[in-house]
């Protein structure tokens, strides 16, 4: 996410331009990580799964103690709208933060601070579909046993500082063990493994996010009939493992090709991994048509967040 020129960008309910700062230095997710957030794609103007996105922002921060605030209804109708009439491709990113105030201890009665930014996608990895991405195991671990383990709060660094030392050893990304030794995530992603035809995927109680492409990929795996497990993988599982994707709502589907140096089945995209792309299209496909409405209306997405906040 940039906010370059030509990003659309409301802070607490108020349109503004991006590139001009419009946060107290004292914010708490500046200060403090204290917040929470979401990622979207807006596809031809629609936002995929905005309901799903919203539930999971709700109850993250119902988990941390932050109330969403009243006018992000607003917010929301507002955003999708502006997409809808330009029918943007875009990445929505949607940050709340506890608000404003010094000090450790939350502070009584501030308001928390909404932060909503649309950006053009950005451009999928040359060769990714054909080459795939390589991965490293991080030295770093996934506390699963965090309170805050499985939410999409603002605390990012371990998988800053993983991501940067997997592109240190020329790696494109990094694969995070949970503190048993379980494999439990990308650094911005969940991931799958297909052994033998049989697809896993890490549970929650690995620390994983529940994410929402993670959920959607689920169902188009079920109908497919391929069996999907979610019981813990130990990290030597990738040894015999025949393809390995990772899924996340900016990246879609990518496939990864080799961990640590030593390539997953025949080293390139597998079949799988395929047609969970080709499903995944479809799926994409199928929810902008259903959302084909007149100019500038309100999806139902909104209108059930709406009642929700």
Same mark, same amino acid.
Request: charged share 20%; glycine share 10%; with cysteine.
């Given at each position: 996410?940039?906010?370059?020129?030509?990003?659309?960008c409301?802070?607490?309910?108020?349109r503004?331009?991006?590139?001009?700062?419009?946060?107290?230095?004292?914010?708490?997710?500046?200060?403090?990580?204290?917040?929470?957030?979401?990622?979207?794609?807006?596809?031809?103007?629609?936002?995929?799964?905005?309901?799903?996105h919203? +539930?999971?922002?709700?109850?993250?921060?119902?988990?941390?103690?932050?109330?969403? %605030?009243? =006018?992000?209804?607003?917010?929301?109708?507002?955003?999708?709208? @502006?997409?809808?009439?330009?029918?943007?491709?875009?990445?929505?990113?949607?940050?709340? &933060?506890?608000?404003?105030?010094?000090?450790?201890?939350?502070?009584?009665?501030?308001?928390?601070?909404?932060?909503?930014?649309?950006?053009?996608?950005?451009?999928?990895?040359?060769?990714?579909?054909?080459?795939?991405?390589?991965?490293?195991?991080?030295?770093?671990r996934?506390?699963? $046993?965090?309170?805050?383990?499985?939410?999409k709060?603002?605390?990012?660094?371990?998988?800053? #500082?993983?991501?940067?030392?997997?592109?240190? *050893?020329g790696?494109?990304?990094?694969?995070?063990?949970?503190?048993?030794g =379980? #494999?439990s995530e990308?650094?911005?992603?969940?991931?799958?493994?297909?052994?033998?035809?049989?697809? $896993? &995927?890490?549970?929650?109680?690995?620390?994983?996010l529940?994410?929402?492409?993670?959920?959607?990929?689920?169902?188009?795996?079920?109908?497919?009939?391929?069996?999907?497990?979610?019981?813990?993988?130990? @990290?030597?599982?990738?040894?015999? +493992?025949d393809?390995?994707?990772?899924?996340?709502?900016?990246?879609?589907? +990518?496939?990864v090709?080799?961990v640590?140096?030593?390539?997953?089945?025949?080293?390139?995209?597998?079949?799988l991994? *395929?047609?969970?792309?080709?499903?995944?299209?479809?799926?994409?496909? +199928? &929810?902008?048509?259903?959302?084909?409405?007149?100019?500038?209306a %309100?999806?139902?997405?909104?209108?059930?967040?709406?009642?929700?906040?």
């Amino acid at each position: 996410m940039t906010g370059r020129p030509g990003a659309l960008c409301w802070v607490n309910g108020l349109r503004v331009d991006p590139l001009r700062p419009a946060l107290s230095v004292t914010d708490r997710g500046l200060t403090l990580a204290d917040g929470c957030f979401e990622t979207m794609r807006a596809y031809a103007g629609v936002i995929f799964r905005l309901d799903a996105h919203m +539930a999971r922002l709700a109850d993250g921060a119902t988990r941390l103690g932050i109330d969403v %605030p009243a =006018h992000l209804d607003a917010t929301i109708t507002d955003a999708t709208r @502006a997409l809808s009439e330009r029918r943007l491709d875009a990445v929505v990113r949607l940050t709340v &933060t506890r608000g404003t105030g010094a000090g450790l201890a939350p502070p009584p009665g501030v308001p928390p601070t909404t932060v909503l930014l649309v950006d053009p996608p950005p451009e999928a990895p040359p060769g990714l579909a054909t080459r795939g991405l390589s991965a490293r195991i991080a030295a770093g671990r996934r506390n699963e $046993h965090s309170p805050t383990a499985g939410l999409k709060t603002l605390a990012y660094t371990d998988a800053v #500082l993983a991501l940067r030392a997997a592109r240190a *050893q020329g790696a494109d990304e990094a694969l995070l063990l949970d503190t048993a030794g =379980h #494999l439990s995530e990308g650094s911005a992603s969940n991931v799958f493994v297909v052994v033998r035809g049989v697809v $896993h &995927t890490p549970p929650l109680g690995c620390g994983a996010l529940p994410g929402i492409t993670r959920a959607a990929v689920k169902e188009i795996l079920a109908g497919l009939d391929l069996p999907v497990t979610d019981e813990p993988i130990p @990290a030597r599982a990738l040894e015999s +493992a025949d393809e390995v994707f990772l899924t996340s709502s900016v990246r879609e589907i +990518a496939p990864v090709t080799a961990v640590d140096g030593r390539p997953i089945g025949s080293g390139r995209p597998g079949p799988l991994t *395929q047609r969970v792309r080709d499903g995944y299209r479809a799926l994409v496909a +199928a &929810t902008v048509r259903d959302h084909e409405l007149p100019r500038g209306a %309100p999806s139902a997405d909104v209108r059930r967040v709406a009642d929700r906040v």
